[in-house]
């Protein structure tokens, strides 16, 4: 029902004539929109030790604007939850929690999701200055770290979306080793 | 002063010197042993050990509140700084990051003899792929980005077992970089003392120098600490034990001399009146102390008590014999007077066989102080106090109590009834009357108790509850035992049975297992070339691990590992308090972590489980909380026994020395009536009854019969309690009140030992006295 209705809400809203100068505002209220769903993704990390990519895959779900769960399949099965500022860790039996409001720095580096699935500007911009590109179609948000101890693990995150959905979130960190998490929407009420 | 008179007192002096200088020599202790069993099982003696010198014991958790989070850390961090350095601490925590740093070192240099996963099969071609290619695989997960920066040195992941098996439970909430409350509004230290639990004095100079070092970095007053453990039950039970010994003695003492004073109007009787209770008193301190090495607090404090009951005899005495002359008098009353000290002795005597060490030492206290107090008024008070006594005549009294009696015996009926009602009463409640457990004896006020749950839940401390327990010959069979049991647990882990669990051998391997570990070691020539053919479809090139090899192969020339390997690391203070040397060998003890429930709080483990897979590995699995209740229950069921046993003694003493059924009977009834009414007085006040209430009901009747025997022997001189000597009757009265004063003072104590047994005797005394006079009979009738 609230599905139905909001991929409604969707149509129209991409119905809307791509007037105005895409900037950030439109952005965050185009994610902000976004109430959550399911994703297959496959995350590439290039480690400068090592000679090929280390490729995981999983699937994603996202109910807005602060439960995330990350469940890895392959290589090994992993979940990772995010609900609020706990962010647990399920592998092997071994469970694990973290109240992230103690870890200021991973709050952070989670914000940086968390922040643009919800679109919440104000909560990036705690952290990061942001680079708008491209258009509702196709945009590329940059964040850079304004805070000295993030830029020291993290040196740029780009996130590469169309309309309200992420599509791809690229870390690059402070030793050059840089992850690229591919994000695929699965809707069976869109029939993708 | 005539001669006999002279030598009973050079006699009596010597005794109260040599006393004097046992007393003096006396050690008096105020700590929990009071509470631990005399002759503790295999469990309990873990339990007993934990107490008095088990880590738990020595924890004291502390928090730094008001102010912001900022200043609360910036204090909390030098806290840390201060107490670090103070030899009276083996560890601060507090959260910072970096303070574990020692630790994390020496696991990593020492990894290849300290991880479980290091066998021969780990470091052959098949085992080395496996192993490197778990940790390519860890590196794809947010927990593997640890990881990275060691992946050369220890492609194999040796470090991530060791650490796995480390408790990943619940950590402290933080703010600004140190541990805080569960709200953040309270910065938190977990504090460990060198002191054992056992050292009360040890803890209270621990326990002073954190208020005194916090006070010199706190240049924010807004800030305030508190602080809990337990050495801080200790000690505030100590200073409790203390100043209510003094209290409670100088209360009783002076309302005595007060009631003597106005009975006698003479400051030489009333000073020869108390010659029997500072006698007994003495006697009852000496006895203790020959007899135990140590004086526990509670028990002098119980001196109130006696106090009041040692003083009757000298009552009798000298408001019975004025009359009727010192000869008279021994011939006349001594005999009822010497039943009657039978018969308290009956009571105290059966607490002599308590397990119950604390129990025990009342009884031998009260039993030695009442007895010697009468043999002092027997033998030593007549000569000293001469033929003339100079009392005052108080019969004039005795007509009024004797209206007194007369109307309390119109009443007969309806007290009986109100006894039925108040038995029936108790039937009915009957469930409901006992406290379930032991902190019903625990000196920590509620208020202490709700302060500390509230510190230990918001730093996770750990509870200690259930634990494996290994005893071995030497430090080295210790370790290899505790090797083997931590094999079974590995099990249970994976069954779920349990959570985890801490062992030294973890930190410190036994020899064989170091051996056998070094053994699996290949030398580098023989491991590059395996690992160049397990790693060749690998994204990890071989070529790049040459640390790996290098490590591998300093630990292949390394000397063992021992426990002054660890020294300067918080591994040295975890291998210490769960590898411990005894007096009869090395103990092992390993902590077992309940597993990890649904909801906020952990579950329980499941007994059986633990005990089928531990058994045969000659560890024993203990739960202390199951303990603690299995030794409240001990005592109970043992106090129940005693004090049957202690009545049963008393009804026999009384069958045969007074040779009536009839008598017995109404001497028994009203003493039964007293502690029906007195027990369903506590209930409705809404007491819980413990142990010491138990044990107070055989007090009233040990105590109350010396009354019951008074009226029972003026029933069989008299027709008609209008003839009763009035001498006698007064003498009693006062007795009584003495007697009443003494115990009813121990119930204003907060020691619940002490409180018990007041509010139970006290009133028990009078209601005997008032009771014997309603039911007293005549000669040959009813």
């Known amino acids: 029902m609230i599905k139905r209705l909001l991929v409604g809400l969707l149509c129209v809203l991409t ?34 030790i090592l000679d090929k990519p280390v490729v995981s895959t999983g699937e994603m779900t996202y109910t807005a604007p602060d439960r995330l769960e990350k469940r890895t399949l392959t290589p090994k099965v992993e979940t990772l939850l995010l609900d609020k500022d706990i962010l647990s860790i399920e592998r092997d039996k071994q469970k694990l929690s973290i109240n992230l409001a103690n870890q200021p720095e991973a709050l952070a580096f989670v914000d940086s999701i968390r922040g643009t699935l919800s679109g919440n500007r104000a909560a990036l911009e705690k952290n990061y200055a942001l680079h708008l590109a491209g258009n509702a179609d196709k945009w590329v948000l940059t964040l850079l770290p304004s805070d000295q101890k993030i830029a020291s693990m993290v040196q740029r995150i780009t996130v590469t979306g169309n309309k309200n959905q992420v599509r791809i979130i690229e870390y690059l960190q402070a030793d050059g080793d840089r992850s690229v998490l591919n994000i695929d929407p699965v809707d069976p009420g869109n029939g993708q | 002063m005539t001669r006999p008179a002279g030598r009973a007192l050079a006699l009596w002096l010597l005794a109260m010197l040599a006393g004097a200088i046992v007393v003096w020599n006396s050690r008096f202790s105020a700590d929990m042993s009071f509470f631990l069993p005399a002759k503790p099982s295999a469990e309990q003696q873990v339990l007993v050990d934990q107490l008095k010198e088990g880590v738990v014991s020595r924890l004291l958790m502390v928090a730094i509140a008001g102010g912001d989070a900022a200043s609360r850390a910036t204090a909390s961090r030098a806290l840390r700084a201060r107490l670090e350095k103070l030899p009276e601490f083996v560890s601060i925590q507090n959260g910072e990051t970096g303070s574990m740093n020692a630790e994390r070192d020496f696991l990593f240099a020492h990894r290849y003899l300290l991880s479980p996963a290091v066998t021969p099969e780990r470091f052959t071609v098949d085992g080395l792929r496996q192993a490197v290619a778990d940790s390519i695989d860890l590196l794809a997960s947010p927990a593997g980005m640890m990881l990275k920066p060691l992946l050369p040195r220890d492609p194999t992941g040796e470090l991530v077992e060791l650490v796995g098996g480390l408790n990943a439970g619940a950590q402290p909430n933080a703010r600004d970089g140190v541990w805080a409350s569960r709200d953040g509004e309270r910065a938190m230290l977990l504090i460990q003392t060198a002191a054992l639990g056992s050292d009360t004095d040890g803890q209270e100079r621990a326990i002073g120098l954190v208020h005194s070092q916090f006070a010199a970095t706190a240049a924010n007053d807004k800030l305030s600490l508190q602080l809990s453990g337990p050495g801080l039950f200790a000690v505030k039970s100590r200073a409790t034990i203390k100043s209510e010994v003094s209290l409670l003695s100088t209360l009783s003492t002076v309302a005595i001399v007060a009631v003597l004073f106005f009975v006698y109007r003479s400051l030489r009787l009333m000073t020869l009146g108390l010659l029997p209770v500072v006698s007994g008193a003495l006697a009852g301190v000496v006895a203790v102390s020959l007899a135990y090495d140590s004086v526990f607090g509670i028990t002098v404090g119980f001196g109130s008590a006696l106090i009041g009951e040692a003083v009757d005899y000298s009552i009798y005495y000298f408001v019975q014999s004025g009359r009727l002359g010192v000869e008279h008098w021994r011939a006349r009353f001594w005999p009822t007077i010497r039943l009657g000290v039978l018969t308290s002795a009956c009571g105290f005597g059966a607490l002599l066989f308590s397990g119950f060490p604390g129990l025990a030492q009342l009884g031998l206290y009260s039993l030695s102080g009442v007895v010697v107090a009468a043999l002092v008024t027997r033998y030593i008070l007549p000569p000293l106090a001469g033929a003339n006594l100079d009392m005052r005549d108080l019969s004039h009294i005795g007509p009024r109590l004797k209206r007194g009696i007369a109307v309390l015996q119109s009443l007969r009926w309806p007290i009986l009834l109100l006894a039925l009602a108040a038995a029936a009463m108790l039937v009915v409640n009957r469930n409901h009357l006992w406290h379930p457990n032991l902190s019903a004896l625990s000196t920590v006020s509620a208020a202490d108790g709700a302060a500390d749950q509230t510190l230990r839940a918001d730093i996770s401390a750990p509870d ?24 079974k647990l590995d099990v249970l882990i994976t069954e779920g049975v349990i959570g985890g669990y801490d062992s030294p051998a973890r930190f410190l391997p036994s020899a064989a297992m170091q051996a056998s570990r070094r053994a699996s070691l290949p030398p580098t020539a023989e491991l590059q070339a395996r690992l160049q053919t397990a790693l060749a479809d690998s994204p990890l090139a071989a070529g790049k691990l040459g640390g790996f090899l290098d490590d591998v192969e300093t630990t292949r020339r390394q000397g063992q590992l021992s426990r002054e390997s660890l020294h300067g690391t918080a591994l040295a203070l975890a291998v210490d308090s769960l590898l411990l040397q005894r007096p009869n060998g090395w103990s092992v003890l390993l902590p077992l972590r309940p597993p990890v429930g649904h909801g906020e709080a952990g579950v329980d483990i499941a007994i059986e489980p633990v005990r089928a897979a531990l058994a045969g590995s000659g560890a024993l699995f203990v739960d202390m909380k199951n303990e603690f209740d299995t030794l409240y229950n001990d005592y109970l069921h043992e106090a129940t026994l005693l004090s049957l046993a202690g009545f049963v003694a008393i009804v026999g003493l009384l069958a045969v020395t007074l040779r009536s059924p009839r008598r017995l009977g109404r001497l028994l009834l009203p003493l039964l009536l007293s502690v029906v009414l007195v027990i369903a007085g506590l209930h409705l006040a809404g007491q819980q009854l413990h142990l010491l209430h138990l044990i107070g009901m055989l007090l009233i009747v040990a105590v109350g019969s010396n009354y019951a025997l008074f009226f029972d022997d003026a029933s069989q001189a008299a027709r008609g309690f209008e003839d009763f000597d009035d001498a006698t009757l007064v003498s009693m009265a006062v007795a009584n009140l003495t007697t009443a004063i003494g115990f009813g003072t121990l119930a204003l104590s907060k020691v619940p030992v002490l409180h018990a047994v007041g509010v139970t005797v006290g009133p028990g005394a009078i209601l005997a006295l008032l009771l014997s006079a309603c039911f007293v009979g005549r000669k040959g009738g009813a």
């Open chain 1, 15 to 48: 119905a809307l004539p791509a007037s105005a100068a895409f900037d950030i505002a439109q952005l965050m209220g185009d994610l902000a929109r976004h109430k959550g769903g399911r994703a297959k993704f496959v995350e590439k990390k290039y480690l400068a």
């Open chain 2, 464 to 487: 200690a509850r259930y634990m494996a327990v290994i005893t071995a010959p030497d430090r080295e069979s210790a370790l290899q035992a505790a090797e083997r049991a931590g094999q």
